[in-house]
């Protein structure tokens, strides 16, 4: 049974850093992609960032460009999600997700929180002004 674990959320000021993590078991990442979701309250779940992990292909949002990174640690199998310059909109319950997915569907698909099988439980994000 795959299971994705988020940590890393909190409190941080605007312009502040925190790095969520998201650790994967009972499936090997390899041609698989990871997302990052977001969803504030009252609002849609939206896309964040994802990586094609085989390739390490990226793709953003472009919301959080230029201040979030997202990468894969293979040997820990985990994914991470840098995200710096932190401003108050940036505030809601952050998840991963993960799919199988070819190369070829990552960028037309790895943005759509409907492409991913496997969910994490969220980790909490609150940026205070």
């Known amino acids: 049974q795959v299971q994705l674990v988020e940590s890393g959320g909190g409190l941080v000021q605007a312009g502040g850093s925190l790095r969520l993590s998201c650790a994967a078991s009972?499936?090997?990442?390899?041609?698989?992609?990871m997302g990052w979701f977001r969803q504030a309250p009252g609002k849609e779940r939206e896309f964040v960032a994802a990586i094609w992990w085989s390739g390490g292909f990226t793709h953003y949002a472009d919301s959080v460009k230029g201040r979030f990174t997202i990468s894969g640690d293979n040997a820990k199998n985990t994914g991470y999600l840098q995200m710096n310059s932190l401003q108050p909109e940036d505030t809601a319950v952050y998840y991963c997700?993960?799919?199988?997915?070819?190369?070829?569907?990552?960028?037309?698909?790895?943005?759509?929180?409907?492409?991913?099988?496997?969910w994490g439980q969220g980790t909490q994000v609150t940026v205070s002004s």
């Open positions: 009972g499936r090997t990442f390899s041609n698989d992609a």
């Open positions: 997700a993960a799919e199988p997915m070819a190369a070829t569907r990552f960028l037309p698909s790895g943005s759509n929180s409907e492409s991913y099988r496997y």
